[in-house]
């Protein structure tokens, strides 16, 4: 049984920093691709971050590049999303995603292809 729970979240002012956290049990963490998504209130889940198996491809909505960062450490089954730079429009519940789709470049932003999901830690930025 895979298990998936994300920590970290928390309020921030805007142009703060978080760090996430998911924290993995179950199969071999490294057979998985890693996602971020969030849903901000009134909104659809979209796509934040994503990661490949061994971390060596990253992938990133354009809304958050050059401002979030994700890694994974496999050795600690543990995949991370640190967050620079907050905006008030980054406040959403945020989900990390584990999948085993092949292949994974190909489908990386995609909810459905996503077999584990977390419970999602809240993130709120102030203005």
């Known amino acids: 049984q895979v298990q998936l729970v994300e920590s970290g979240g928390g309020l921030v002012q805007a142009g703060g920093s978080l760090r996430l956290s998911c924290a993995y049990s179950?199969?071999?963490?490294?057979?998985?691709?890693m996602g971020w998504f969030r849903r901000a209130p009134g909104k659809e889940r979209e796509f934040v971050a994503a990661?490949?198996?061994?971390?060596?491809?990253?992938y990133y909505t354009d809304s958050v590049k050059d401002r979030f960062t994700i890694s994974r450490d496999n050795a600690k089954n543990t995949v991370y999303l640190q967050m620079n730079s907050l905006k008030p429009e980054d406040t959403a519940v945020y989900y990390c995603?584990?999948?085993?789709?092949?292949?994974?470049?190909?489908?990386?932003?995609?909810?459905?292809?996503?077999?584990?999901w977390g419970q999602g830690t809240q993130v709120t930025v102030s203005s």
């Open positions: 995603a584990a999948s085993l789709v092949v292949p994974y470049y190909r489908y990386y932003n995609r909810p459905e292809k996503y077999d584990y």
């Open positions: 179950g199969h071999t963490f490294s057979s998985y691709g």
């Open positions: 990661i490949s198996w061994h971390g060596e491809s990253t």
